[in-house]
Nanobody, 125 residues
Framework: QVHLEESGGGLVQTGGSLRLSCAAS????????MGWFRQAPGEDRKLVAS????????RYLEPSEGRFTISRDNAKNTMFLQMDNLTAEDTASYYC??????????????????WGQGAQVTVSS
């Protein structure tokens, strides 16, 4: 199991940018696929983007594609989500997640086991 902690959320105006970070601790030597989810009030939690163990493969779900960039720095056990051109529809709590994978080239979509506590992102119009 790995402990995850998000940071970097906040309030931004429409069209602005934010960069979320997810610091991992604990059993970080184990290969984890990772992802970012978000949950708006009254809605289900949804995958935004995911990344393989090495960081070479990424996956984006609408509406993040083209505006968000997921990356990771394994030397620092940290994953990032760069969010540009934000709109009010991006307002949500953002969660990082991880799962142990056998395929190091997989950018996973389901089966995440470990979750952070969430970071609030609010975009004002």
């Amino acid at each position: 199991q790995v402990h995850l902690e998000e940071s970097g959320g906040g309030l931004v105006q429409t069209g602005g940018s934010l960069r979320l970070s997810c610091a991992a601790s604990g059993r970080t030597a184990i290969p984890y696929g990772m992802g970012w989810f978000r949950q708006a009030p009254g809605e289900d939690r949804k995958l935004v983007a995911s990344i393989s163990v090495s960081g070479e493969r990424t996956r984006y779900l609408e509406p993040s594609e083209g505006r968000f960039t997921i990356s990771r720095d394994n030397a620092k056990n940290t994953m990032f989500l760069q969010m540009d051109n934000l709109t009010a529809e991006d307002t949500a709590s953002y969660y990082c997640a991880a799962l142990l994978v056998l395929d190091r080239g997989l950018a996973p979509m389901t089966g995440f086991d470990d979750w952070g506590q969430g970071a609030q992102v609010t975009v004002s119009s």
